[in-house]
């Protein structure tokens, strides 16, 4: 198996990668506004809904429901969707399905292919793979093409380019779209991406997109967007190749009403995005005459087995965690190392990898619960979170770990009041050369790691035992 | 084959994954959201003419005789654009009565479409709690790539089609699930830089609807455009 989530197996831990982030100014100035924009217009709008906790638990018990027979409703899916002139096919890991989508675009002779954002893409590497292969992939959602055009990486779910302001995209398609006249209101920037893209759209005869939601029912595919460039892609082409974690499939094509309702209020803060398409395989005269699903699983399947973690994969990629985590909010994506960032990415990303990688992440929360309480699916990602870490701990600790190995012994030390008299006694005598005006700053080698965040407390003089026995001798 | 064998392989892992899972009861969905709109038809059509426009969407209100009219008024052709306004297959004639130079959309390629003033059409239905209109091009809805390229789109809807909340709307959709479906909120748009929210990215910069119904006067008068 070869499981990939965008560059999570090489990325630094999410301590080491925060660091340089932190003092980007410019960019904690931009995470700022946009997150609080969003979270504000999201409060607005769910707060309109008399019955948002209803549609909550409503698409989570889906949710529920569909992961536990999910075998029954993907095989269900394949049926309908075949039935109506798609093609599905079914890849085990990122490679996998890498190697059916370049196979699919060469046997169309396509030399360039149209880009629909999609996260599982993301996730796979397939740009890279196609650029590997000689395709040259376009992206053609807004933020995409700016992190695309700025060799950059995406660093929110659902606007990746949140961490540029304007004048820095500005620098970007001034140089990209050689217009050295470009002006910087968003207006500007989004008239030049329009024209930039329109012959793109009107000439390319491949398109690659995701999908939201997968329906068993009917074989149909649900794509939420706002910019008319996934219409465009899905209407234009004469080729449609999705690529959708085996997690997106619902049931009923009547499940929508409860997920069109949640996702683009807690995704954008919109009643509804501008553009929502369903469509179900090929039509005669109207749209693609060659339609394929790829089904990836990628390590879902993985996470099925944990009870306990399950509900991570009932996530619908809305990013309103992201916006509401105090840590997100900080630090922006790029800290994660994953196409997953922020709280759902901190559980979903070390999971897809079977915990060998991206074991830092559960650690990159305060646990206060927010990303809980936006969820519009109601996961626990607190829950999770812990869960998580117990996992990592465990696997630590089999592994004879350092840090495991200095928590057993502080373990024995406590188990006993000698042991702990004796260890008080001696660290009270080595403390003296760390110690300045009662608090340590640092401690050598691999203790450094406490105080490089926070200050110790030296050890008393005395303690709470020997105060007990000097003051209450006559007790005794 | 190794695709049936990816197949099963997914396949296999599901059921290994979920057989261990202690809650084996098929566990119902239970909808306790609220399905149907409480209010009465005039609020309803208030309201979806207000989240229209706070969406940026034009809503020119007439009575149900006056459509052709406002037609004729608001499909002229203009300066900036080669190719005139086009008229979806099916769209009903006698509301092009007063149009002087409509193309009609079998004639309209992708080119044409690229540069016309803009695309007319009727519509399945209208949400009033989202501002949405929904269509499932059939007759007089136009394909897909018609209602996306033009700068322009207007269409027409009945006071009767627009439903107050989401699940009324799926459920007046039930018979058509599997036909294309798009839902649109208002003209395209994005917010991608600086959350600053601009019009027209890719589909038509201008949405424009019609809503057609004697009783039309309930509302505050207003412009067309």
Known sequence: ?476 | MTQSEAREAILARIRNAVTRSSDDCEREVVAGYQRVGSRMPEERLALFVERLREYDAQVVTVEAAGVAKALGELLRPDAEHAVPWVAADGFPADWLAECPAVLPETEAGVDELNRCAGVVTTCTLGIAVTGTLVLQHGAGEGRRRTTLLPDRHLSVIHASQVVETVPEAFARLAQSATRPLTFISGPSATADIEMTRIRGVHGPRQLTVILAEDWIRLFPATRHS
């Open chain 1, 1 to 476: 198996m070869t499981i990939r989530v965008g560059e999570s197996a090489t990325a630094p831990s999410f301590q080491k990668a925060a660091l340089p982030l932190l003092g980007d100014s410019q960019l904690r100035k931009n995470l700022r506004h946009a997150t609080e924009v969003i979270q504000r217009r999201r409060a607005v709008v769910a707060g309109e809904l008399p019955d948002w906790q209803a549609l909550r638990d409503a698409a989570a018990a889906v949710k529920q429901k569909t992961l536990r027979h999910l075998d029954r409703y993907l095989v269900q899916f394949e049926a309908a969707c075949t039935v109506a002139g798609g093609q599905v096919h079914w890849a085990r890991d990122a490679e996998e399905a890498n190697r059916i989508v370049l196979e699919l675009v060469r046997q169309q002779n396509a030399g360039e292919v149209l880009k629909i954002k999609t996260m599982t893409a993301d996730e796979t590497g397939l740009n890279q793979a196609l650029e590997q292969a000689g395709i040259r992939p376009y992206e053609t959602d807004l933020a995409e093409l700016i992190v695309q055009l700025g060799n950059d990486r995406p660093s929110h779910i659902v606007v990746p380019a949140l961490h540029r302001n304007r004048s820095q995209v500005r620098e970007i398609f001034r140089e990209r779209m050689q217009l050295p006249d470009l002006g910087d209101s968003p207006q500007d920037l989004t008239d030049a991406a329009r024209q930039y893209l329109r012959e793109k759209f009107l000439r390319v005869k491949t398109a690659i997109g995701g999908a939201n939601f997968l329906i068993a029912e009917t074989g149909g595919v649900c794509i939420v967007e706002s910019e008319g460039n996934g219409r465009m892609c899905l209407t234009l082409p004469e080729t449609l190749i999705l690529m959708a974690g085996v997690d997106k499939v619902i049931p009923r094509f009547q499940d929508l009403e409860v997920f069109l309702q949640l996702l683009s209020r807690s995704a954008t803060g919109e009643r509804m995005n501008p553009y929502n398409s369903i469509w179900t395989g090929v039509y005669a005269g109207d749209g693609p005459r060659n339609f394929h699903v790829v089904l990836v699983d990628n390590g879902r399947t993985g996470i099925l087995a944990d009870e306990e973690a399950r509900q991570t994969l009932e996530c619908i990629r809305c990013g309103a965690c992201l916006n509401a985590c105090p840590v997100y909010r900080q630090t922006g994506g790029h800290a994660y190392g994953s196409t997953y960032g922020g709280p759902i990415g901190a559980i979903l990303t070390p999971q897809l990898q079977n915990m060998e990688h991206a074991q830092s992440l559960p650690y990159a929360s305060s646990l206060c619960g927010a990303c809980y309480e936006v969820c519009p699916v109601k996961i626990n990602i607190p829950e999770v979170l812990i869960h998580l870490r117990g996992r990592v701990v465990r696997e630590q600790q089999s592994a004879m770990k350092p840090e495991a190995l200095g928590m057993k012994a502080i373990a024995a030390v406590f188990r006993s009041r000698r042991r702990l008299e004796a260890a008080h006694r001696l660290a009270q005598a080595g403390q003296a050369p760390l110690v300045r005006k009662g608090w340590i700053h640092w401690l050598p080698g691999e203790l450094g790691a406490w105080t490089a965040a926070r200050d110790l407390r030296a050890i008393p003089k005395q303690s709470f035992r020997e105060w007990w026995k000097e003051t209450h001798r006559d007790a005794e």
